[in-house]
């Protein structure tokens, strides 16, 4: 976490790798420390009675448009939320978008808030940049759970309690008017007033910008296995793209990888 201003999800990445050809039989695994001057090494050496394998990982963040993007859809949602606390309701929007969110005002999902404050039958929409759906939150759920229990505020949990299920399939953003439990201010003892968000970006750009193949790291991961062991390679990825960009990546990965030659 401390060297060279690195964030923590590769090492936690390497030690799950590790676990899990422990919990595979594996009997032997060693993690390799970097030595400078000692040339490019894998990760791990793992051994079983006759065999021994040279393993590498790779953890990669998110991709800078996938980033780019949730700011992007933050913008758009803070509108919502805005509509909803000065109306003093509880709104539930699912949206999903044709248009990339960079070309969209900031204010496109507002104008659909307030347009189903002023008449709610303004529940609906299709248009050619989006289609999407909002309405009121129904807090039965939430309100029974919260009698006996604590939830941590903003959490998936949360959000599934406010919409009666949580969709992997889209992005949530939420907000609210809440009171902190005393014992564990990030748990919520009570929430008040909320508005969710819910969003997934379909556009053809954004589907290709989010889906790249990660030949590049495999040619990187391969240059640190050794020529004179059989040899590995695992890749994570950090999405926040929802089930469809990840589908879609494992084929283009899948595709590149069956005419990859190691050197």
């Given at each position: 976490?401390?060297?060279?201003?690195?964030?923590?999800?590769?090492?936690l990445f390497?030690?799950?790798?590790a676990?899990?050809y422990?919990?595979?039989?594996?009997p032997?695994?060693?993690f390799?420390?970097?030595?400078?001057?000692?040339?490019?090494?894998?990760?791990l050496?793992v051994?079983r009675p006759r065999t021994?394998?040279a393993v590498?990982?790779?953890r990669?963040?998110?991709?800078a448009y996938?980033?780019r993007?949730?700011?992007?859809?933050r913008?758009?949602s803070r509108?919502?939320h805005?509509?909803?606390?000065?109306?003093?309701r509880?709104?539930?929007m699912?949206?999903?978008f044709?248009?990339?969110?960079?070309?969209l005002?900031?204010?496109?999902l507002k104008?659909?808030?307030?347009?189903?404050?002023?008449?709610?039958?303004?529940r609906l929409?299709?248009e050619?940049?989006?289609?999407?759906?909002?309405?009121?939150?129904d807090?039965?759920?939430?309100?029974?759970?919260?009698?006996?229990?604590?939830?941590y505020?903003?959490s998936s949990?949360?959000?599934?309690?406010?919409l009666g299920?949580?969709?992997?399939?889209?992005s949530?953003?939420?907000?609210?008017k809440?009171?902190?439990?005393?014992?564990?201010?990030?748990y919520a003892?009570?929430?008040?007033?909320?508005?969710v968000?819910?969003?997934?970006?379909n556009?053809?750009e954004?589907?290709?910008?989010?889906?790249r193949?990660?030949?590049?790291?495999?040619?990187?991961?391969?240059?640190?296995?050794?020529?004179d062991?059989p040899?590995?390679i695992?890749v994570?990825?950090?999405?926040?793209?929802?089930?469809?960009?990840?589908a879609?990546?494992?084929v283009?990965?899948?595709?590149?990888?069956?005419?990859?030659?190691?050197?």
């Amino acid at each position: 976490m401390t060297s060279e201003s690195r964030q923590p999800e590769s090492g936690l990445f390497e030690l799950l790798v590790a676990l899990a050809y422990k919990r595979r039989q594996w009997p032997t695994v060693d993690f390799l420390d970097e030595t400078p001057g000692r040339g490019k090494t894998p990760d791990l050496l793992v051994s079983r009675p006759r065999t021994q394998w040279a393993v590498e990982c790779k953890r990669l963040r998110p991709a800078a448009y996938s980033v780019r993007e949730n700011d992007h859809a933050r913008r758009l949602s803070r509108g919502v939320h805005e509509v909803s606390l000065e109306h003093s309701r509880s709104i539930r929007m699912q949206v999903i978008f044709h248009h990339e969110l960079s070309l969209l005002p900031d204010d496109y999902l507002k104008k659909r808030a307030l347009a189903f404050i002023d008449n709610p039958e303004e529940r609906l929409w299709v248009e050619e940049g989006s289609v999407g759906i909002i309405g009121n939150i129904d807090w039965r759920l939430i309100r029974h759970v919260m009698r006996r229990d604590f939830v941590y505020f903003g959490s998936s949990r949360m959000v599934e309690l406010l919409l009666g299920e949580y969709d992997h399939q889209f992005s949530h953003d939420m907000a609210a008017k809440w009171r902190s439990w005393d014992q564990r201010s990030l748990y919520a003892d009570a929430v008040y007033q909320a508005s969710v968000v819910s969003w997934q970006s379909n556009s053809d750009e954004a589907l290709r910008q989010k889906a790249r193949h990660f030949r590049s790291v495999i040619a990187g991961a391969n240059a640190q296995l050794p020529s004179d062991l059989p040899g590995a390679i695992h890749v994570g990825i950090g999405s926040m793209d929802g089930n469809v960009i990840d589908a879609f990546r494992h084929v283009r990965n899948r595709k590149m990888l069956r005419t990859f030659q190691r050197v």
